[in-house]
């Protein structure tokens, strides 16, 4: 077979931690990165040549966690508390045909690809359980837009409203079988789904490779966390869950196990390198311990976690523990957008607001890492991207250095977190392949994909209006009880411990 061959010629390649971004050509064989040289390195006569000139290239950046099943519903709340948003869920993201199911994720791959995104931990979720034709679809999303992806469907036993201890006796009577509308599947149903979807897995795993994401620890019970900790490892494949992401999880978590929901995991067997915690807000330093020991991984989303009132994760002191840290997004239905530029800038922003000691504060490298090199780690695709070197697969950002976001060019690094919002990134490649070019998604006609989203949206606002009144006559219930939990006094040890009340 032959091999294709492209040299990329007049870039400067950013340097993080040297904080620079030097002249440098790069020689890349299929989809891997063969060799990275000096300006006008020699390089194979058959060679197509990619002009980078006034270009500044950058890894691809990699969303450590993101729901794709969301975006078809970004904008639709305000003053949503993460226990609002999941109230909100059954109408947000409700009603879905399998082509929405599609839709969905590919217009958000299409977004984190025209904002210098590559890869994508996505954790779907369908109603009442998953299916074998709704994974295949988002995984199809992802090939078809050239983007790599991890597919998790998000599982669970209970639904919100079981899960939450206390929040169904709290609910008036007369509204209590409202709840039991949104209960889901069978427990066996939902695990003999994920198995037959990962055992006739049909995608290249370089690019689109499944998980298990049990949702969040206390909306299953004990027996499913390990039935899925045991899928899991039977295949090799990632685990990803919501942990501790509000205090409202972490009383819940104390009310059902008297400890934290890391060490309960911990006592399941089920954190390990290929564990990863989304968001992370409320561990305690004995929890990053656990983390860091098992070689685990947190993926932190700075902007759904204000926009949720949820908290600031303390980044540093996971890092300081040794815990793997990611950066994501998290669903444009809570962040609003897929924007990993912003999501990294916020990152920074998130530590230096904790403390005015800056030495508890990220550098712009260690931020930067985290949204390649450390997001990769949570993939469990480290070995191939996350970095522009040998070896490497060619999945490299291009951004214009003749906009005003890079006028002056002073530190690449420090630009490229603090500065650069994505409205740079004039081209991006993937495997080799361009995938944005010139602004613009390579054979892919905006306008047309804007008619079909727009039908999309007309059609489920209408399917979903029951599910939607039933939400809101349930939200004041919701927005009552669970603030009383997070009102309760709850105190992090800094060196380890927790002081909470039930």
Request: with cysteine; charged share 25%.
């Amino acid at each position: 077979m032959t091999q294709s061959k492209k040299i990329i010629r007049g870039g400067r390649l950013l340097d993080t931690h040297r904080h620079s971004a030097e002249f440098a050509d790069i020689l890349i064989v299929d989809d891997t990165i063969a060799e990275i040289g000096p300006a006008g390195m020699a390089a194979p006569d058959d060679a197509e040549v990619v002009d980078a000139d006034r270009r500044l290239m950058h890894p691809g950046l990699i969303n450590a966690h993101t729901h794709g099943h969301g975006v078809l519903a970004k904008g639709l709340g305000d003053l949503w508390t993460l226990e609002l948003l999941l109230n909100a869920g059954p109408w947000a993201s409700g009603g879905r045909l399998l082509e929405d199911k599609y839709l969905s994720t590919y217009l958000g791959a299409i977004e984190m690809l025209m904002k210098g995104c590559t890869a994508c931990y996505d954790l779907t979720a369908e109603f009442p359980l998953p299916t074998v034709e709704g994974l295949d679809a988002c995984a199809s999303a992802y090939q078809d837009a050239g983007m790599r992806a991890v597919v998790a469907p998000m599982v669970a036993e209970y639904s919100f409203y079981q899960a939450i201890p206390g929040l169904i006796e709290a609910t008036p009577k007369e509204l209590r079988g409202y709840c039991d509308r949104f209960n889901l599947g069978p427990t066996e149903a939902c695990l003999a789904v994920m198995r037959e979807s990962v055992k006739n897995w049909r995608f290249d795993r370089d690019w689109v490779r499944p998980a298990i994401a049990p949702t969040i620890p206390h909306h299953c019970s004990e027996q499913f966390l390990r039935d899925c900790g045991a899928l899991a490892r039977e295949f090799g494949l990632g685990l990803h869950s919501h942990v501790q992401e509000s205090k409202v999880q972490v009383i819940a978590g104390h009310r059902l196990y008297g400890k934290t929901q890391t060490a309960y995991l911990d006592e399941l067997g089920l954190l390990g390198p290929d564990f990863t915690v989304a968001h992370g807000v409320w561990l305690d330093d004995d929890d990053m311990k656990r983390l860091g020991d098992h070689g685990a991984s947190v993926a932190h989303n700075p902007a759904s976690n204000m926009r949720l009132g949820s908290g600031l994760a303390d980044c540093r002191s996971m890092l300081n523990h040794g815990v793997n840290l990611g950066i994501g997004t998290d669903g444009a239905n809570c962040s609003d957008n897929l924007n990993m530029h912003e999501a990294t800038h916020l990152a920074s922003l998130v530590s230096k607001s904790r403390s005015p000691d800056t030495q508890d504060w990220l550098t712009t490298d260690e931020v930067f890492d985290a949204a390649t090199i450390g997001s990769a780690r949570t993939m469990g695709m480290q070995d191939i991207i996350g970095r522009i070197a040998k070896g490497y697969k060619a999945d490299i950002v291009f951004l214009d250095l003749d906009h005003p976001n890079w006028m002056p060019l002073n530190d690449a690094t420090n630009q490229l977190v603090h500065t650069e919002d994505g409205t740079a990134v004039h081209s991006v490649m993937v495997g080799g392949k361009m995938r944005v070019e010139n602004y613009k998604p390579v054979g892919l006609d905006l306008r047309k994909l804007g008619e079909k989203v727009e039908a999309a949206r007309a059609r489920l606002q209408d399917t979903t209006k029951d599910a939607k009144a039933v939400s809101e006559k349930l939200a004041h219930v919701v927005n009552e009880f669970c603030p009383g939990l997070a009102h309760k006094p709850y105190h992090i040890h800094r060196y380890g411990g927790c002081d909470h009340s039930s």
